[in-house]
């Protein structure tokens, strides 16, 4: 069965160091892959999308990988800020052509 | 200027009842989908809906049901509630190009006694 698994204990940093997180996921072969910010009692909001044949996308201090063979891909954050403190989902489009989540990963950076 | 807007926002009711959940997105999208999220925060797809083709994930219990009276409006309607069905029910809409995301709802949160 498809599955998208996320670090589902929470990643704590200090701020000013760059955080990174992981999503996994297996019997998937997504033509792109997507990154969401969640923050407490409210809706998830987009980031980042990277392409299959994308090695590596920036947004400003964000930065997402895509390795296919290894069927992973990491979201970095750098110069975290305790702002960035939220949760993170990576989603992919599965077989019925809809998105699927992961459990998300929750962020704390501590000033 | 809310791009997706849901209501109520918060929904507590009894076992057995019925109840619907209303959204609206003012984006011009074309596709909508409703996402359960539960007490461990696991977002999961119900369903996916455009003017074309209603895509419902199959273990979405046949008691809710979409109705879409047009395409900026989703609602979700649930029949004989159960305790089970307490969680935080999301709205989103998309265009056909994914590269922009799915916008989301503010969600509501339904507590069923």
């Known amino acids: 069965s498809q599955k998208i698994e996320q670090n589902s204990e929470a990643l704590n940093i200090q701020e000013g160091k760059t955080a990174t997180l992981t999503c996994n996921y297996t019997n998937y072969s997504p033509a792109y892959l997507q990154w969401y910010r969640q923050d407490p009692g409210r809706g998830p909001v987009f980031l980042l999308l990277?392409?299959?044949?994308?090695k590596e996308k920036r947004k400003e201090r964000l930065k997402v990988t895509f390795d296919t063979t290894l069927k992973q891909s990491l979201f970095h954050i750098t110069a975290s800020q305790p702002a960035d403190s939220a949760t993170y989902l990576c989603a992919l489009v599965n077989a019925g052509n809809m998105l699927t989540f992961g459990g998300g990963t929750r962020l704390m950076v501590k000033p | 200027d809310t791009a997706v807007s849901q209501t109520p926002k918060y929904l507590v009711t009894q076992m057995g009842n019925d109840k619907s959940i209303k959204c609206e997105q003012n984006?011009?999208?074309?596709?909508m989908y409703w996402y359960k999220q539960d007490s461990k925060k696991f977002l999961k797809i119900m369903f996916s809906y455009n003017n074309k083709e209603l895509i419902i994930n199959e273990t979405v219990p046949n008691r809710f049901s979409p109705k879409s009276p047009d395409k900026a409006h989703l609602n979700l309607h649930i029949n004989s509630l159960e305790l089970g069905d307490s969680a935080v029910y999301f709205c989103?809409?998309?265009?056909?190009?994914?590269?922009?995301?799915?916008?989301f709802g503010p969600g509501t949160r339904l507590t069923v006694l």
């Open positions: 989103a809409s998309s265009q056909d190009d994914p590269q922009r995301g799915l916008f």
């Open positions: 984006l011009g999208h074309d596709t």
């Open positions: 990277i392409r299959e044949n994308e």
